[in-house]
C-alpha cells in the first residue's frame, strides 16, 4: 500500500480519519478515506500502489456492459447513454471556441465517435487494451495509449474532457500540469466527477456507490476543484449537473446495502430534487485558463 503523506491539494501533512468502506466490487477489503486538516480535501488514504492498482479493476468489464443489449435495465441504460452522449456533445460545441477535441479516459469510444459524427478533430486516449480495440473496431475512432499524454504538444487542443476520470488519476498533480498546458491559451477543460456533497453521498454514506474504494482516489466537492485548479492558474466558470447519476449511483448503492430497486429510484429523485448547482450526485465543472 501507497501511503500518502501530503494533502493532493493542499500539501499539508495533517489528515483526520473519515469514513471507511468496502470494496464491493473485487476485493471486499475495506479501505479508508481521511479529511485534510488544513483545507478539508477528502481522499482515501492509504492507495493500493501504482503496480496494483490495476487488480482492483477488473470488475469492470467494459466491453459486456456497452455492447450487450439485453434486459430492461440495460436498454434504459443505451436510452440514457445516448441522452447523455447528445448533450455531452452540445456542451462540447457551446463551450469550445475550436475543433480540436482530447477525450483523457476514452473507454470504449463511444464520446469519441460522437465527436467525430459532430465534425471534431476528436482524438482520445485509453489505457485500457480492450477497450481501445473496441473502440478502434466499432468506430474506427482515433483512440491511442494514456501515455501519447506526454507526447501531445503544449496549446494544441480547443476542448479536453475527463468524463469520470479524474477521480482515478493516481498522479494528479503531474499529470494535471501537462493536461493544462495541453489546452490551448483560450481553451475549456470539462470535467465530470462524483459529488461527496450530495443528497445520496450523505443518504448512503459507506455505502455510496461513488466512493468506489479503492478506485476512486479522490472524493471531491466544487471547492476541491476550485482550488486544485489554483495550481494551473484556471478558475471555473460553469456547473452543470449530472441528473441520472444520482439513479444510477442510487441503484449500486442499494445494491450493497441490500435495498430494492424501488428505494433506489426515491433516493435518486430526492438526490436531484433537494439538489442545488453544485450539490448533484455527480456534477460537470467547466474550467478556462485565468484572464480568458
Ligand atoms: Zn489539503
Known sequence: ??????????DSSEFTPFISAVDYT???DTFNIVSCNNCGFHFTNPIPT????????????????????????NKLYQRVRKHTLKQKVKLVKRVGKGKDTLD????????????????????????DVDARTFAIENFKANIQELDELYNLPDGSRDVITMWHVLEHVYDLRR????I???????GRLIIAVPNMSSF???HYKEFWAAYDLPIHLYHFVPDDIKRLFEHY???????????FDSYYVSMLSEKYKGGNIVKAFWNGCRSNLKAKNGTYSSQIYILKKKGH
Open 1 to 10: 500500500m501507497n501511503d500518502i503523506k501530503q494533502c493532493p491539494i493542499c
Open 26 to 28: 473485487v476485493s471486499n
Open 50 to 73: 501504482v503496480d496494483k492498482i490495476g487488480e482492483y479493476y477488473k470488475a469492470e468489464s467494459y466491453i459486456s456492459h456497452s455492447s450487450t443489449n439485453k434486459g430492461i435495465i
Open 104 to 127: 483523457i479516459g476514452a473507454g470504449t469510444g463511444h464520446f469519441l465517435n460522437a465527436c467525430q459524427l459532430a465534425g471534431f478533430n476528436a482524438l482520445g486516449l485509453e489505457p
Open 175 to 178: 499529470d494535471l500540469d501537462k
Open 180 to 186: 493544462t498546458r495541453i489546452l490551448k491559451p483560450d
Open 200 to 202: 445520496d453521498a450523505k
Open 233 to 243: 492558474d484556471m478558475e471555473l466558470e460553469e456547473m452543470q449537473p449530472m441528473k
